[in-house]
């Protein structure tokens, strides 16, 4: 039995996030009904749909209908879950609106994953990728040759949304379990896209600059060899670096060469081409030096390290022949994920019996308040995993060593990754130190690393000792390959996957692949680790027990590349990229207006039509929607665009019912009205940095709202106050700080130096 069994959901979603975050749920045992319109999901011919909507049951009906609507109420009656991706306005005429419906059923949870936001005229558009990054700017901040915004071939920000999805329905169900009551839960567009690449800016520090394709740090970088094959160098963090040049025989020139930027790239650039990729591979990984080639995604989902391990799996359509996708992305010891197999069409509901009223006081409390997390995750995928868990309510601990996390820094992106936690010092080399924290463990519910595979066990805080002193413990661990085969003990860094596992050669083509500016699989894994905690979480309510969760970048790879990977006989291709890729098609990119960038998705004949008449075109609709992203239309296009304002432009075209959108840059999106309207960002203030803007949030709860309530902690800066609230006597918080194996607040020790 696994962590969801018993939960039924009614999934009334379309496309990728809605449905995606349902599988989610799904793939833990939740009975799903999907609900589709008589023509079916819009997505049904796309190979990830049969992912996406794997082990429900797909009944369609048409709502507009007296007879099926009642249907549909009927099996929300009976639902614990009803999950909805409508535009604003559209639920409550249907009587499906979350204030309609959780009166009527007090225990139901009414999830709403709206393309966008909540409210104003974006949040209304048909949903389409390419205006929502650009309205987020995740489009002008993706690394480009050119001043241009860049379309993401994967569709990342609704991955995003998919896994908050499933963590923020997954946290209201565990907050039913306590309170009996359910909720109106919303997980929109730009709750998504706060996860995957949420905006901060810190007031006193200049931004960053925009990065180019192949990477701007020659340390972390894409180089080509002398058999013009691509691989990535991912020695982010010093000691690795170093490792580098004196594997290449360069020790002598390290210090010059890690001030000179420039200097190290042309001749990290000029040695790489001397030789074929392979030989550098082979000398580099034997001396621990974090890299990987560049593949194509149909490969490495194909090859023999996904086969090994076990993320692959394969089950029969009747008519497409064998259909293979990626296997859920965490493993749970006690209750596992299990894919029974492909959608099924049915032509009756289930006869679901109403759920009776549960008793229990309403609280309002976080979802997750009362739940304890130690954080050893440094970095982004851990280190992000626990701060999610943080804005949905939990108590997290950042625990450090003297040396502090590799990426610490006073950097927006560490403050972004880390907010909400309280810091601990404590020195795990030490007996002592080792002892109190599985005293701590004792009293916690949740323990999260990313070790490298083995040091767990060599510290003794692996999950048998954690589960000795605290059966009730729920222990996550995350590394780069998995915990089993060859790679289990190799270092990983994000865009090592995104180079093996296709993410690179997909944006941009093999010739020329992009190194991808949203560390998409740190991100990836932060959610769906957060996503499975709260799994476990859920099922530890049913059975008293924790258990282990593994997981690993490799998984989460191929979870934010789903529809991307799904295959089958004769599938069709995957959009192809380019080189500052501006588009999918003449129709769905990107366009310079006189004062700014705009975004136009049109995938219907009357939206093509409308597109032609506001500028003055004469548009056959048909060869205008399967026209080329750099052909003839394309160009005419530019040309009328490039002569009208863009809020006049914009203005015109939505009137008119052609989905369009502005493309912000980072510094227009942070002073945008409609996302401060939506609640995407939120001011708040570091004691040491001054004022900052930050994402506000990954889910909104009705009743029992999260957020955000600690800044970003300094090292061991929360010492003795975490010490003191875990009841340690203060005599012996004072002995263990004299002795090292605790320590205050104080900046990090260099990489280079501990």
Avoid at 600 to 612: F, N, S, T, W
Wanted: net charge negative.
């Amino acid at each position: 039995m696994s962590a969801y069994a018993g939960v039924r959901i009614v999934d009334f979603t379309q496309g990728v996030a809605g449905p995606m975050a349902a599988m989610l749920l799904g793939d833990f045992e939740a009975e799903i009904v999907k609900i589709e319109p008589p023509g079916g999901d819009r997505y049904r011919d796309h190979p990830g749909y049969l992912a996406f909507n794997r082990n429900k049951q797909i009944l369609r009906l048409d709502l507009a209908g007296a007879g099926d609507l009642q249907t549909a109420k009927a099996l929300i009656a009976g639902a614990d879950v009803a999950m909805f991706d409508h535009a604003p306005g559209a639920l409550a005429p249907l009587g499906l609106d979350a204030e309609t419906l959780t009166a009527a059923h007090p225990a139901l949870i009414h999830a709403w994953m709206p393309p966008y936001g909540t409210s104003g005229v974006w949040s209304g558009l048909p949903a389409h990728h390419n205006l929502l990054a650009g309205l987020i700017a995740a489009a002008m901040r993706q690394g480009a040759y050119a001043d241009q915004p860049v379309h993401l071939i994967q569709p990342l920000l609704w991955y995003g949304q998919a896994v908050m999805g499933a963590a923020a329905i997954g946290s209201a169900l565990l907050e039913r379990s306590r309170s009996g009551q359910g909720q109106a839960v919303t997980v929109s567009g730009l709750n998504g896209a706060a996860e995957v690449s949420g905006i901060s800016r810190a007031q006193r520090q200049a931004p960053l600059p925009r990065g180019i394709p192949p990477g701007a740090n020659p340390r972390y970088r894409l180089y080509r060899c002398a058999d013009g094959q691509w691989f990535f160098l991912g020695t982010l963090f010093t000691n690795f670096y170093r490792k580098a040049f004196e594997t290449l025989g360069l020790g002598d020139v390290f210090e010059a060469m890690e001030i000179d930027m420039v200097a190290a790239r042309d001749l990290l650039t000029e040695i790489f081409a001397t030789r074929p990729r392979q030989e550098w591979l082979e000398v580099l990984q034997a001396n621990d030096v974090p890299c990987a080639p560049v593949l194509d995604r149909e490969d490495w989902f194909a090859g023999e390290t996904v086969r090994e391990a076990g993320l692959r799996l394969a089950f029969q359509h009747p008519e497409l022949g064998e259909v293979a996708m990626p296997a859920p992305p965490a493993r749970l010891s006690a209750t596992p994920a299990r894919v029974k197999g492909l959608g099924q069409p049915i032509s009756e509901p289930p006869r679901w019996e109403p759920r009776p009223t549960r008793s229990g006081k309403p609280g309002r409390a976080a979802p997750l308040a009362g739940v304890r997390v130690l954080n050893l995750g440094t970095v982004i995928a851990g280190a992000y995993a626990g701060t999610i868990l943080a804005n949905l309510g939990a108590e997290v601990i950042k625990i450090e060593g003297p040396e502090g996390d590799p990426f610490r820094s006073d950097g927006v992106g560490f403050l972004a990754y880390n907010r909400g936690c309280r810091g601990l010092g404590l020195d795990l080399k030490q007996a002592d130190a080792r002892a109190l924290f599985l005293e701590l463990a004792q009293s916690s519910d949740v323990v999260i690393d990313n070790y490298r595979l083995g040091v767990r066990a060599r510290l003794g805080i692996d999950y048998p000792a954690l589960k000795a002193i605290n059966p009730r413990i729920i222990s996550c661990s995350i590394n780069a390959y998995g915990d089993t085969g060859p790679r289990a003990a190799r270092p990983g860094f994000d865009p090592l996957l995104q180079s093996e596992g296709g993410m690179q050669s997909g944006q941009s083509g093999a010739e020329h692949p992009t190194l991808i500016t949203i560390p998409v699989n740190d991100v990836a894994t932060a959610g769906s680790v957060t996503a499975a905690v709260v799994a476990a979480l859920n099922a530890r309510e049913r059975t008293g027990e924790g258990q282990e969760i593994l997981t690993s970048l490799m998984a989460s790879s191929l979870l934010f590349q789903l529809q991307e990977v799904t295959t089958y006989p004769g599938r069709p291709p995957n959009t192809p990229g380019e080189i500052d890729c501006i588009g999918a098609s003449a129709l769905e990119r990107y366009y310079l207006c006189a004062d700014g960038w705009i975004g136009i998705a049109c995938g219907a004949p009357d939206e093509a039509r409308a597109l032609g008449r506001v500028l003055g075109l004469e548009l056959d609709p048909a060869e205008a929607l399967s026209a080329a992203r750099d052909g003839d239309l394309a160009r005419t296009l530019e040309t009328a665009f490039v002569a009208r304002p863009r809020a006049e432009t914009l203005h015109a075209l939505v009137a008119a019912g052609v989905p369009a959108a502005p493309v912000l840059r980072s510094a227009e999106a942070l002073e945008d009205e409609w996302l401060w309207d939506n609640g995407f960002f939120q001011p708040w203030e570091h004691p040491r940095l001054g004022p900052l803007i930050g994402i506000r949030a990954f889910a909104e709860f009705a009743r029992t709202p999260g957020g955000y309530h600690l800044p970003t902690p300094d090292l061991g800066e929360h010492s003795r106050e975490v010490l003191d609230a875990f009841g340690v006597p203060r005599e012996r918080i004072e002995a263990l700080i004299a002795s090292g194996a605790v320590f205050e607040a104080r900046q990090p020790v260099p990489l280079e130096s501990a």
